[in-house]
């Protein structure tokens, strides 16, 4: 079964330093968005990106983060400058047209 | 009042036994409901997902939708050691509204052999 995959598994970073998490969502699926989870809190909404645009951010999407899909098949979150409350972990999800968005197993950041 | 308001549990039962998760929401503009189960270390895997009120059933577990209480539950029937997870509510306006998911905070189930 196709599998939205999210590398690396997890990254340590020292606060200040860019980070940028990985990918790959289901091949012809066009809706992509990421999502973060705090530690013991819920699963939070960041930004939806369709057509090579966002098309929805949440208040925690500032001007620190950037989406790209530099290519057919990779979907990047970028964290510019890192924080330690940015220490969580990091969902990718995709979906095709009028279908439930599809989660990768994530990337656990750790911010030093 | 939280849009989406879920039990954490813990929850712990018997192998065999029937399993009842339920999410409160206040925001009417939802329409559509997921269920989601996520193991340990593990993203969210999808496990339901309905748009009307009623029933859906798929093998051991069935969604129910009351969006009149505003109110959405998931039945696991004969429950396995291996359904325990965490189970996550997740909602969304209707197409061409906000896409983004609300999760509720997640129900931690434990099935004992």
């Known amino acids: 079964e196709p599998e939205v995959t999210q590398t690396p598994s997890h990254q340590v970073t020292q606060m200040g330093q860019e980070v940028i998490l990985r990918c790959v969502p289901i091949s012809n699926h066009l809706y992509f968005y990421w999502y973060r989870q705090i530690l013991g809190q819920k699963v939070e909404f960041l930004v939806s990106f369709y057509n090579n645009e966002i098309s929805e951010k949440s208040e925690i999407f500032d001007d620190q983060f950037s989406v790209e899909r530099p290519d057919g098949s990779n979907f990047t979150l970028k964290i510019r400058s890192t924080k330690l409350e940015d220490s969580a972990m990091y969902f990718c999800?995709?979906?095709?047209?009028?279908?439930?968005?599809?989660f990768g197993d994530g990337t656990r950041l750790s911010i030093l | 009042q939280k849009e989406v308001e879920q039990d954490p549990g813990p929850l712990s039962v018997p192998e065999g036994a029937i399993v009842s998760l339920n999410c409160t929401y206040s925001n009417s503009a939802f329409q559509y409901f997921m269920w989601y189960r996520q193991y340990s270390r593990k993203g969210p895997e999808l496990l339901m997902y309905?748009?009307?009120?009623g029933n859906k059933e798929d093998g051991r577990f069935t969604a129910q939708v009351d969006k009149s209480s505003k109110y959405i539950s998931l039945f696991i029937r004969d429950s396995q050691p291996s359904d325990s997870a965490t189970y996550l509510c997740a909602m969304r306006r209707s197409q061409g509204g906000s896409e983004k998911l609300v999760f509720g905070k997640g129900t931690k189930l434990t099935v004992n052999p």
């Open positions: 309905t748009y009307s009120s």
């Open positions: 999800a995709s979906r095709g047209r009028n279908q439930p968005q599809h």
